[in-house]
């Protein structure tokens, strides 16, 4: 028990970062912004490093279980922390855009980030990398739907209408979701899974785990309580980074970045090396599938909120938020039909994400 917890020094360095900064709130606040984003700043390292170690007892929990419950357990565990953030967020500033931002900007990240970047970096290792075609179609499709839904058409919605289309998305989107996983896990579960040849002696994809060394217990417990710290840690510094924040110009979509990214890290390093594994199934699992739960199952929890609390989200998308969806979307349309990734395919998704950059610091 005790070299388990001494493996857990980043959660620990975390917790630290929790027990510091609880107390001295106020302090923090009331120093200047300086200060208030130096603190921001340290307190979203902080979060990474516990999410870090919550991403590691996912992907322990995923190897152990296998595709394509692994992949699920590794992305609803990002989503998990994705929203504690964003409901913590929302619960101490009045955004109405914080929500439909922070999705927008998970997809980017997800799509064009780290399935750019891993084809990219697998392409020039490895040439093209086989994948199962079906498990892109399923994903980009039901994507379309659910950022549709939820994105696109309440720009059309009147606003005396709101609760009844709020009551209907999240129905839609859990409906959405229960069919989706029956196909993920039932019936068609093999649209995402891939057969290497060369691995098969280690069973499925060959991540080497050993499977009677995985603690379940442990990595369950690990697992939730990171959350926990998250959690803790998401009050803090959501408050530094808006004194931090204050009057400096800072382009409205950045803490909607900085949550996103907060949520991907520890799925952009799983699926790099996923990449340079040449697995490049886990990879379209990893990007996909978070883009797709990070819609369909965030946006009924805040719909939900906004319900509960009388106010409103603006879950539209801007009409260039709207152009670099439908783009990213059918690229990736594109791209994945065909079983297989290469480098120049990893690059138009990578020089997508520059752009979703690129129109961030405009303030787009």
């Not at 975390?14 to 984003?37: N, S, T």
């Not at 060369?198 to 499925?204: L, S, T």
Request: with cysteine; aromatic share 6%.
């Amino acid at each position: 028990m005790l070299n388990a917890i001494k493996q857990e020094y980043w959660l620990l360095l975390a917790v630290l970062a929790a027990l510091v900064a609880l107390p001295m709130e106020h302090a923090l606040l009331g120093h200047g912004q300086a200060i208030a984003l130096a603190g921001a700043v340290a307190l979203i390292a902080a979060i990474v490093c516990a999410s870090l170690r919550v991403a590691h007892h996912a992907e322990q929990l995923a190897e152990r279980v296998g595709d394509p419950y692994g992949t699920m357990i590794l992305t609803l565990s990002a989503v998990l922390v994705e929203v504690v953030i964003l409901a913590i967020m929302m619960s101490n500033q009045a955004s109405p855009t914080l929500v439909r931002d922070t999705i927008y900007s998970a997809v980017m990240l997800d799509i064009n980030g780290i399935l750019g970047l891993a084809a990219l970096m697998g392409g020039i290792k490895h040439g093209e990398q086989p994948y199962n075609d079906d498990s892109a179609r399923s994903y980009s499709v039901m994507i379309l739907t659910a950022m549709g839904i939820s994105m696109v058409v309440p720009e059309f919605i009147p606003e005396s209408d709101w609760k009844a289309y709020s009551m209907f998305t999240i129905g839609a989107m859990l409906v959405l979701y229960a069919v989706f996983l029956r196909m993920q896990v039932g019936p068609h579960s093999y649209f995402f899974s891939y057969s290497y040849p060369e691995k098969k002696h280690r069973g499925g994809e060959g991540h080497g785990t050993d499977e009677s060394q995985v603690n379940v217990a442990w990595s369950i417990g690990v697992l939730v309580f990171g959350v926990i710290v998250i959690g803790m840690l998401a009050e803090v510094m959501s408050l530094a980074l808006d004194v931090g924040l204050e009057g400096s110009g800072a382009p409205p979509v950045l803490t909607a970045i900085v949550v996103a990214g907060i949520s991907a890290a520890p799925e952009i390093l799983t699926a790099l090396r996923a990449a340079l594994a040449n697995r490049m199934q886990s990879v379209v699992n990893i990007a996909l599938g978070a883009s797709l739960s990070t819609v369909i199952l965030t946006v009924p929890v805040m719909e939900a909120m906004a319900l509960y609390s009388g106010q409103p989200f603006q879950m539209a998308m801007t009409p260039v938020q709207t152009v670099m969806v439908f783009i990213t979307l059918i690229v990736c349309a594109i791209n994945l039909n065909d079983g297989e990734t290469n480098a120049i395919e990893g690059m138009t998704h990578f020089v997508l994400f520059a752009t979703f950059i690129m129109l961030a610091m405009l303030g787009l």
